[in-house]
C-alpha cells in the first residue's frame, strides 16, 4: 500500500514547527550513483589509523560511511554564504589578521568553537549558551548564530550547554567490496649518474619510500597495497532527517518569540536539507542522484505521507517570510568583523593545559567525549 500524498503549504509547515501533536520528522532517502554509474569504484574519507570506516552487520553485509553526519553538516552550512542565501541569518566573521578573516560558518565547533572564545564575541556567545542553560531560551543564540542550533553545537570548553542537530544527514555505501591499488614513481633522470649522490646512495635508499631522497623525488618508489576505493553492490544512499521533536522543544523568552523562532528554525533547516547535492566529496568520489526522491512526513504512531512539493523553491521562500518575522541579528563581518585576541586565545590554551593535567578519571572521560565530539563534526574529508 502506498503512502498518501499530502500537499506542503506555508500553513502547513507552520502547523509542523509548533503543534506539539504534530509530526515527528521529515526524511529523504535520496539513491546516489557515481558519476560513472552502476559499478563505478568510489572513494570513502580514510581515517587515522582504520583507513576507510566499514562496518560489517551480523549477516556479513559491509557498510561504508561515504559522507559522516558531521561532515555532511560542515558541507551544507555554508551555503547560507552563498547571495541568494545570506540574509537569512547574521553573516559573523573573525578577522585573524589584516585582511584575513574566516567566517563562523566554516568553524567546527560553531558558537562553541576555541576561535569563537578566542575573539570579540566570547562574552556574547557565553551569554547566549547561559541564557539556554539558565532559562532554556534560544532566542539569543538564534540571533546571534541560529546555524548553530540547525546543525548542532556543544560548549564542551566552557559552560557545557549541549544542543542536538535539527537536521542530521549521512551517506553511506551497502554491501561493499574494498580495493586496493599499487603505483610505482619513476624520476624522470638519473640522479646519480649526474653524480648528484652515488650508486651506493641510490642503491641504499631506492625504494624505500621513507627515504630522504625517495620523499623529494630522486629514485623510484614503488607503493603498494594502497586504499583504492571501494565497489558498491547494494547502492549508495543519502539519509537526511530533520527532527520536528528537537525544534518543538525549542523556546524564547516569550510565547509569541518561541512560535516564530521555531517557524525560522524550521525554515533554515528547510533549505539546507532541500539544496541541491554538492556531490564532489573528495578525489575519485563526486556522487549525483539515482533516480527522484521525495520527502515523507512521519507521524507520532509511525505512518507515512508523502510529501512531494517540499521543494526547495517552497523552502526559500517560506524562509524569506520567516527571516522578516523573527528578525536577523545583527552581522558582524567585513569592516565589522570581531577580533581575534591571542591573549584570549592564549590564556583558553594555558587553562586547557592545566585542566589536562589536573587528575584523572571523570576528567579524562570529558576529553574522550571531547575528541568524540570533535571527530563528529570533522571537516570535508
Not at 548542532?152 to 551517506?171: F, N
Amino acid at each position: 500500500m502506498s503512502a498518501p500524498e499530502i500537499t506542503v503549504t506555508n500553513e502547513l509547515l507552520d502547523q509542523w514547527a509548533t503543534d506539539p501533536n504534530g509530526p515527528v520528522a521529515l526524511h529523504l532517502k535520496q539513491k546516489l550513483l557515481p558519476v560513472e554509474g552502476e559499478g563505478g569504484v568510489i572513494f570513502p574519507p580514510t581515517y587515522a589509523d582504520i583507513g576507510y570506516n566499514i562496518d560489517t552487520l551480523s549477516d556479513g553485509t559491509k557498510v561504508a560511511t561515504i559522507d559522516s553526519v558531521g561532515s555532511q553538516a560542515n558541507r551544507m552550512e555554508p551555503i547560507f554564504k552563498q547571495a541568494d542565501y545570506a540574509a537569512l541569518i547574521p553573516q559573523i566573521e573573525v578577522e585573524y589578521a589584516q585582511d584575513k578573516r574566516v567566517s563562523i560558518l566554516e568553524v567546527g565547533h560553531r558558537l562553541g568553537d576555541a576561535l569563537i572564545r578566542s575573539s570579540d564575541l566570547k562574552d556574547e556567545a557565553r551569554k547566549a549558551f547561559k541564557a539556554l542553560l539558565d532559562s532554556g531560551d534560544a532566542e539569543p543564540m538564534a540571533k546571534l548564530a541560529p546555524t548553530s542550533l540547525v546543525f548542532g553545537v556543544w560548549d564542551s570548553r566552557d559552560t557545557y550547554a549541549k544542543l542536538p542537530r535539527l537536521i542530521q544527514s549521512v551517506i553511506r555505501a551497502w554491501d561493499v567490496d574494498v580495493l586496493k591499488c599499487s603505483a610505482q614513481y619513476n624520476p624522470p633522470i638519473d640522479y646519480s649518474a649526474l653524480e648528484v649522490f652515488s650508486d651506493e646512495e641510490k642503491a641504499k635508499q631506492e625504494g624505500d619510500p621513507k627515504s630522504p631522497l625517495a620523499k623529494r623525488g630522486f629514485v623510484h618508489v614503488p607503493s603498494g597495497a594502497a586504499p583504492g576505493g571501494i565497489l558498491c553492490r547494494n547502492g549508495i544512499v543519502q539519509d537526511i532527517t530533520i527532527n520536528l521533536i528537537a525544534l518543538r522543544r525549542l523556546q524564547a523568552g516569550k510565547p509569541e518569540s518561541t512560535i516564530k523562532l521555531r517557524r525560522y528554525l524550521l525554515s533554515l533547516s528547510l533549505v539546507a536539507a532541500t539544496a541541491p547535492l554538492d556531490g564532489f566529496l573528495r578525489q575519485g568520489c563526486l556522487l549525483v542522484p539515482d533516480t527522484a526522491a521525495s520527502w515523507q512526513v512521519i507521524d507520532r504512531d509511525g505512518q507515512r505521507s508523502v510529501a512531494s512539493t517540499l521543494t526547495h523553491d517552497l523552502a526559500k521562500g517560506y524562509a524569506t517570510a520567516k527571516a522578516a518575522a523573527f528578525g536577523v541579528g545583527a552581522s558582524k563581518a567585513g569592516d565589522q568583523a570581531v577580533k581575534f585576541s591571542k591573549d584570549l586565545a592564549k590564556a583558553d590554551a594555558a587553562a586547557t593545559t592545566k585542566k589536562s593535567a589536573g587528575g584523572r578519571g571523570n576528567k579524562n572521560k570529558e576529553t574522550k567525549a571531547e575528541l568524540a565530539e570533535s571527530a563528529s563534526d570533522e571537516a570535508s574529508e
